[in-house]
């Protein structure tokens, strides 16, 4: 219910978001008339279509974002069909004909005086306004579909869509009665309603100019994303928020008796098998398991594998199963080999399920990297815990487990692990900065001179100058997970606050070694340098993994971090921070 709840108040602050601005002109081009008519049926097209393009999105995958490339480009024509209809009358009556025809009586001809538009045709300017809206709204939304994407369709992501839906058509009904009255109180002081109405024509049209130039998630981005960007990202961490450190609490409940969560779903599905053939409910029967979902490129997924390593060793002949799921964020992460490279970089030598097309992550039910389920010897999970942290009261959960099944003589104690490189654990006091996603599906704080093309080269140049804001700057290729860099000498700047700095980076298709040069406040790195990166700021992405580019010494404060590449072709897909 409260993931309803807050769904429905990222929708609603939607009227502070920069993509509803140019949506806005559209609203008022209905003020000052019947709201049964015109208001209402407005607002349920822009939800209906917003559904039912989230929707596809959810289940379609990548031909629905080209699908939905045409939707603008078609809505876009239908705005300048209708700016045009209420600049000029004679328009609309020669051009309401084949918009009946078309949309099955979705759009009138207006009356030349005092028209009273039909809620047909307001339902079909809904529907634009709807094609519109949905690829921008921003990160409340991205995480929405991200979760949709990973768990396939269900009714609590339909609910969640349409609990946005609902919050956006409040704050756009709360701004059309407004718009009412500022249209009443214009016609009064005008003398007639004729100039407002062609005056609200010609912001549509602008507005469809504006749109159509990219000026939605360009100007409109740099003018007041860095205002209402933490408003909604902060809703972003309580959709997504993952625990830290056990508390008093957990550390009790391990130590009384664990509830039966349910029957633990059969670990079937996986792609490939590493480090073990498949394990079926016959192989597993009578052992306690703890199932581990993590992704490699996931810093916290990274923090937490320490860990589960000294579990999986210090509790393997007391009868305890440890099995990684691994079920990628990124494309890259799809691939076997590399997935093989990284857990033998990781020195995990227990069973690891390749988890590609996400079966045994929708078998769980999970939403979170990493993610950790304890089942018990009869096969009931017992226990779950998301995120990093919690480490003790895990191990207790593990030891009780155990018990329980009639091991004798079970390990007692915590494990002490002593992690270095990306795999030591953060300060999180310290921690200002969120993870941020370079493509422009979930991007957000990105600064431009001059908008952000999708899928095109292009030359961008920016200073961020707040705090998480961040900048290319080079010839780049924005695509929805990552940016690639066309020509040598492109860099990324980001203005941060933690301990750590991470950047997902891999190399092109061709797998050429790309040098990079590290800086902060312009400077070389020094002791502050990251476990991938030298001293003088220098290094090399060789393969596609999380880079650990910043380790800052003494006082963690505000500074300004700077990547140059020194060869073309590399692809950056986001930072973490710690």
Known sequence: ??????????????????????????????????????????????????????????????????????????????????????????????????????????????????????????????????????????????????????????????????????????SLALALFAGGRIFNAMKSSLGTGEWVRRGLGVAVLVAVVAIGAGADTGLLTRLSLASTAPLEQRLVDMLHRTPGASTDSELAAASETLPIEGRAPALTGAVDWLNSKPLTPDDLKGKVVLVDFWTYSCINCLRSIPYVRAWAEKYKDQGLVVVGVHSPEFAFEKNVANVRNAISDLKIAYPVAVDNNFAIWRAFKNQYWPAHYFIDANGNIRHHHFGEGGYAASERVIQKLLAEAGKANVADGTVSVSASGVEAASVFANVASPETYVGYARAANFVSADGAPRDTAHTYSGEPKTLNEWSLNGNWTIAAQHAALNTAGGSIVYRFRARDLHLVLGPSADKKPIRFRVTIDGKEPGDSHGFDVAPDGSGTVTEDKLYQLVRQSGDIRERTFAIEFLDPGVNAYAFTFG
């Open 1 to 170: 219910m409260l993931l309803i709840l807050l769904a429905y108040i990222g929708g609603i602050l939607t009227i502070v978001s920069p993509c509803i601005l140019p949506v806005l002109p559209f609203v008022f081009s209905r003020a000052g008339q019947p709201f049964l008519r015109s208001g209402l049926p407005i607002l349920a097209g822009m939800a209906a279509t917003f559904a039912l393009v989230a929707s596809l999105a959810a289940i379609g995958g990548g031909w629905t974002v080209a699908a939905n490339d045409y939707g603008r480009i078609i809505a876009l024509i239908i705005m300048a069909v209708f700016g045009l209809t209420l600049i000029f009358p004679e328009v609309s009556e020669r051009l309401s004909r084949p918009a009946v025809a078309l949309g099955n009586r979705l759009a009138q001809k207006a009356e030349a005086n005092g028209e009273q538009s039909s809620p047909w045709s307001s339902l079909l300017l809904g529907v634009a306004t709807g094609l519109l809206w949905a690829p921008c709204a921003g990160p409340v939304l991205g995480l929405i579909l991200t979760g949709a994407a990973l768990e396939g369709a269900s009714a609590r992501t339909t609910l969640l869509l349409a609990a946005y839906a609902a919050g956006a058509a409040t």
